[in-house]
């Protein structure tokens, strides 16, 4: 049993409990992100389930319209539209377009997302394409505006180069998206919701929202713990082995090297 104190053992050991203790802390680590996944998805149902809200152009909370279906009417400034990088449909590239609707008596405006369209449709001459003139009323779900994450390695949304318009964003900004609208913004925007009846073929074309899973976060957990239970068979396994060995071998006599006394 010394023998699994000796200098050797106690970094096997020490590494053993780091690896151990970061094993279970990434356990829970998975179960609080489970947790937090299952509150967030009770509170998008429970906000989806409110009547809709008429959007008026007067001022707004974001966070208690956050995840609301909500209805606007208004026209749209089309030349003032840009587009949302990477967005997928079914697996294919895309972009979303992105247009402010000035609001029927008021002088407010909204970004309203009004669904994905190909990749290479992301040119002023090409959203042009996409106008729509006229009073119309939009239904969709409102979400707060997105910001860059407080992190060095985050993209940021910068004009080209001799440009000091940017036409295609990483996030919703409506923040930075004011300076280069005419028209004062709700600090909300809109992602228009989809007609199942329309078309699959017509463009833009919205998309249904996402489904409220749990994700794969129970199913990290039970792999982490799972590691857990491996590691503690494992290193049992093998300090037995060891202890066995160890008991297996001829005492030493004093001042008898070990390798002398298996001659």
Do not use: C
Request: hydrophobic share 45%.
């Amino acid at each position: 049993m010394h023998h699994l104190l000796s200098r050797n053992w106690l970094f096997k050991h020490l590494f053993a409990l780091v690896i151990l203790l970061m094993f279970i802390r990434l356990g829970f680590w998975q179960l609080s992100r489970l947790e937090e996944r299952r509150a967030h998805n009770d509170a998008t149902i429970a906000a989806l389930a409110q009547p809709p809200v008429t959007l008026t152009g007067a001022p707004v909370d974001p966070d208690n319209l956050h995840f609301r279906n909500v209805q606007v009417t208004g026209t749209y400034d089309n030349a003032a539209s840009v587009v949302l990088r990477n967005q997928t449909l079914e697996g294919v590239p895309g972009l979303h377009l992105l247009t402010p609707l000035r609001i029927v008596g008021s002088d407010q405006a909204i970004i309203v997302d009004r669904g994905w369209i190909p990749e290479d449709q992301r040119q002023p001459e090409d959203l042009a394409a996409y106008a729509i003139d006229g009073e119309v009323t939009v239904e969709g779900i409102a979400f707060r505006a997105q910001t860059r994450p407080d992190a060095l390695l985050a993209p940021m949304d910068l004009p080209l180069p001799n440009e000091t318009r940017i036409d295609a964003w990483m996030r919703v900004d409506i923040a930075k998206m004011q300076q280069q609208m005419p028209d004062p913004l709700l600090p909300i925007f809109v992602e228009q919701a989809a007609d199942p009846a329309a078309p699959l073929d017509i463009l833009p074309r919205p998309e249904p929202l996402a489904a409220l899973d749990e994700g794969p976060h129970l199913g990290y957990a039970i792999q982490w713990f799972t590691f857990t239970g491996i590691l503690i068979i494992v290193y049992t396994v093998l300090i037995r082995q060891e202890l066995k060995r160890n008991s297996a071998s001829p005492p030493t006599a004093p001042g008898q090297s070990r390798l002398s006394a298996n001659k």
